[in-house]
């Protein structure tokens, strides 16, 4: 997988520290010990220390290069909590309630990266998606400039059976339920810089459609095409095509066909789905009949990154998500 060995050996060149929230997960610890052998990050354990220890010992890891944020004794801790509270106040948070949950592992940890003591965090293999993300956007916050978060998957393809090589980006397959015009265009923009960070590559857009430039008539074409229009206004030097199927948008001899204007000219690196129904369809049906590998969801849109992980993830998916978190902590 000659792109996700790119994104290791990037982070490798320049590790930042990672803030983990769920060190009483094997699986967490496996990772952490990887990440910091290989030296792709410096990683915080966040929770409970003599817990992580003991399930260490029990495991035959060794942390001891491995910093830890305990928040029962942590020197740290009531800087956080008084963060909290100065960020939540207005909800009505007391300063008694923002130290009570600064306490939580997840919380704590998202303080560590607001607060400039780790420069991204994951979570989720003990946590609901819900959990992570809703409290990522209340405690590190939306990026400036822009106004929602959403979600991408890394797609690899890299068989040989795979007529297209490489990594793909598809947005938005986890979160966005049915985004407006504008919401589409800013998963759009997300997913272009996502791009450039990760595949390292400059980004080709592809807003996906059951119509080519204009082919069928339809208000959700009509979105696709008002969300391309203003993609193309803030970002004029973008390669990207408005409403295309996705043949299309992969495969140049079609584009070269049916849209010769093409600025992607059937080389799409980020494909953009009209809605989440079709977005989560499409990811699984490249990964579990494409035979692609999925690497997400992935969090863009944050002020700092904050990912999650599938509780269903291995040692080896949160170890990527560590990398990838560490090339979105340095992204200009």
Known sequence: MKVLNRIIEQARSKPVRIALSEGDDPRVLEAAVRATREGIAR???????????????????????????????????????????????????????????????LVCADLLVRCGHAEGTVSGALHTTADVVRTAIQVIGVDPGFKLVSS??????????????????FSDCALVVDPSAEELSEIAMMAADSARTLLMEEPRVAMLSFSTNGSAKHAAVDKVVA?????????????????VQLDVAIVAEIAKRKLPESKVKGRANVLIFPNLEAGNIGYKMAERIGGAVAIGPVLQGLAKPANDLSRGCSAEDIFHVIAVTVLQAYRP
């Open 43 to 105: 990683i915080i354990l966040v929770g409970d220390r003599p817990r992580a220890l003991e399930l260490a010992r029990s495991r035959r890891l060794d942390l001891a290069d491995i910093s830890f944020h305990d928040p029962a004794d942590a020197p740290l801790q009531q800087q956080l909590a008084q963060a909290l509270f100065e960020l939540r106040q207005h909800k009505g948070m007391s300063l008694k309630q923002a130290e009570a949950l600064a306490r939580e592992p």
């Open 227 to 243: 969300a391309a229009a203003r993609v193309k206004s803030h970002r004029p030097n973008l390669a990207i095509d408005d409403d």
């Open 152 to 169: 991408f998957f890394l797609m690899m393809l890299c068989e040989s059976f795979h007529p297209l090589q490489g990594g793909l980006i």
